[in-house]
């Protein structure tokens, strides 16, 4: 007989990730914030990664997938962005 979450969502298999202990606390605290599993958040990131079928704009939202590729075909030079950045912010 199965989990009546192995038979709604699939079965899951368990994935062992190494990593700096830090990064492994910023994550708890990020999920339980969410309210979410480490695990759902994991998931969630595999999930947002575009697949070779489906473009990038797809996952994003309708706003930021509007402006993908707006500037496709102009050339900025980084002096002059940064002058730009300085101009806006300082």
């Known amino acids: 007989m199965t ?5 709604m969502y699939g079965m ?3 994935l062992t990730l190494r990593m700096d202990e830090s990064l492994i606390e910023k994550g708890k ?3 339980a914030r969410r309210g979410k599993s480490v695990s759902q958040m994991v998931g969630d990131f595999f999930d947002s990664l575009s697949s070779p079928d489906q ?4 996952k994003l939202p309708p706003l930021t997938a509007s402006l993908v590729g707006v500037l496709r075909g102009h050339r900025m030079k980084v002096d002059s962005y940064r002058a730009h950045l300085r101009e806006k912010y300082l």
Do not use: G, I, L, R
């Open 3 to 7: 989990h009546m979450s192995e038979y």
């Open 12 to 14: 899951h298999t368990k």
């Open 55 to 58: 473009p990038v704009a797809q």
């Open 29 to 31: 605290f990020e999920a």
